[in-house]
């Protein structure tokens, strides 16, 4: 039965009707400690922002600091209702010395309703958080489980107005502020996949120009991050307005031609070539991206980076030839664009002595060693341990 009335008690908060809720509460008093999944009567009235509703609560004893099953108050529900009206009573009501400022109050994840207002783009609720912060020495220690502060959330989310707001000299949030796994706010603008993240690279990059070459916990800077999520656009900002060198190497001694080359990328690859990327770089594993894009079957992206480099096939560390990558890859059109266009030596081996045809056969493509054979690859050549293909 309770459930029927705490239902009824949703459906006049919805409707706003003040007079019928009241009614209602005074009639079936239980309601009050009524909670599903840990979310009273008040968090539903503050998310649709009813404040008369939510008085009434505040004066029945319920508390808007009071935490549902993820530990997120009132003031979080507020935030994501856009509840205006709520979140101004709120900050208005005293708190007792000692206790955490209404803005600060933490869910299970540590995120405040300050993070909530960055991350989902309440600039009006966000300015009256802001305006409510005391402690402007300690505000940067406002951080969620992983490190992250209200700006990494709104950089996130490419929320350039809330980044604007953040950056406001009295709140002394570092731009260049790092999380646990030393991502920067612009690290986190540079990889999201939201409209209107350049705007936010932009920004933050001009704030602080030499935070585009800081690096996270995997030594890769925003660039390699942007390339990693596939944002032309930011590649354009990073290269053309904020003066990104396209050649930096993560700890894997990977560039961000190696990034877009590998996941097929050429509008990007095209790009850092014309800002003098090379392919003559080499991962720790000794491979250069254009052995990555022969790899993946990225046809055009090959015959532009081989172009780059003199219009000749390259070779990794173990002396295999982006044509044997494409072998070793089962990658059939990629194959026949070498054998059509570079003309692969036949009996060439890498350092342990195996053909492209070792690797056919190794790979278990009979299409391959059919063909290889057909194009004039000895079947009868052994390998260093006297192995035959």
Known sequence: MSNTYFADAITAI???DVTGFEKLIKQQPQLLDVRTKG??????????DRLRIAQFLGKRGLQFSDGDDNGDTAVHWATVGDARKSIKYILSLPRAAGEMQWILLKDRHDITPIHLAAKLGRTKILKMFT????DYDNFYQCVDRIGQSPLH???????VDCCEILLDERLGLPIDQKDNNRHTPLMCAAASSYPGAEDCVRLLGRRKSFSVTARNNRGRTALHLAIMSCNSTVVDVMLNEL???????????????HYAAQRGQLEIVEKLLAGNARNATRDCFGVSPAHYAAQGGYLRVVSRILASAGGTDQYDSDGRSCFMWAVIADQDEMVRHFLANFEPDRTYHDKYGYTALHHAAQVGSLRLVKLLVKEG???????FPERIS
């Open 14 to 16: 919805c409707e706003n």
């Open 39 to 48: 979310r009273s009567l008040l968090t539903f009235a503050v998310l649709h």
């Open 131 to 134: 305006a409510a912060v005391t």
């Open 153 to 159: 959330y709104a950089a996130s989310c490419a929320r």
């Open 243 to 257: 003066g990104c060198t396209p050649e930096t190497f993560d700890n894997d001694a990977r560039t961000p031609l």
């Open 377 to 383: 690859w000895n079947i009868h050549v052994r390998n």
